[in-house]
């Protein structure tokens, strides 16, 4: 019996070692001014489809790393940002390809294009 709950708990918290889609905390760290930040798209995709894409807006700007939670399964993907700042008329778009493996929270370090 307990070891039914113990594969039945590794199977639910970790989607059968990375297989499955599992819920992760995704967060997005801009090489941009955060007080400046008035418009954010984050998006995410695996190879071809788009899994999940938010769009923001901030009248005083961003006051922390912004974070999106999505199910992920493990493999590669794409993390892309788009950022308008106070005064912009054009966004600064940002990518960064990532493997979750079998972490729940996973950080998006964006480097400047």
């Known amino acids: ?7 039945g708990l590794v199977i639910w918290r970790y989607g059968l070692f990375g297989l499955l889609p599992t819920d992760r905390t995704l967060v ?28 923001q807006l901030f009248a005083a700007g961003l006051v922390g790393e912004p974070t999106l939670q999505v199910p992920l399964s493990s493999g590669p993907h794409r993390a892309i940002a788009n950022v308008w700042l106070m005064g912009a008329t054009a966004a600064i778009g940002f990518q960064r390809e990532f493997n979750p493996g079998a972490d729940e929270t996973i950080l998006i370090e964006m480097k400047k294009p």
Not at 1 to 7: I, K, S, T, W
């Open 28 to 55: 997005w760290r801009l090489p941009v001014s955060y007080g400046e930040v008035r418009k954010l798209e984050l998006q995410v995709w695996d190879e071809h489809d788009l899994l999940k894409r938010e769009e």
């Open 1 to 7: 019996m307990a070891l039914m709950l113990g594969v």
